[in-house]
């Protein structure tokens, strides 16, 4: 049974900072794409970075510059260092390996 835990979301001002990880077992972790997405209240669910099993990365315009996506492949574990946040980056942040598996969701909450 696959299992997928983010953490790391929280309340932060604006201009601030959050690390959010994500932790799979059930799977062999090194083999997937891991995939970042979030859903804001009202809209639809947003894929926002992406990592490779090489590592390769690619992001959303509107995160690029600000969000940076990592893995540990030993520890079976994403990052989403996430920096200079804007009050529009406020959603649910899903982790989703091989876009097939999905979390709970951690809620990441950018207001003053």
């Known amino acids: 049974q696959v299992h997928v835990v983010e953490s790391g979301g929280g309340l932060v001002q604006p201009g601030g900072s959050l690390r959010l990880s994500c932790a799979a077992s059930?799977?062999?972790?090194?083999?997937?794409?891991i995939h970042w997405y979030r859903q804001a209240p009202g809209k639809e669910r947003d894929l926002v970075a992406s990592?490779?099993?090489?590592?390769?990365?690619t992001y959303a315009d509107s995160v690029k510059g600000r969000l940076t996506i990592s893995r540990d492949n030993a520890k079976n574990t994403v990052f989403l260092q996430m920096n200079s946040l804007k009050p529009e980056d406020t959603a649910v942040y899903y982790c989703?390996?091989?876009?097939?598996?999905w979390g709970q969701g951690t809620q990441v909450t950018v207001s003053s």
């Open positions: 989703c390996p091989g876009g097939r598996y």
């Open positions: 059930g799977i062999i972790f090194s083999f997937y794409s």
């Open positions: 990592i490779t099993s090489g590592g390769r990365t």
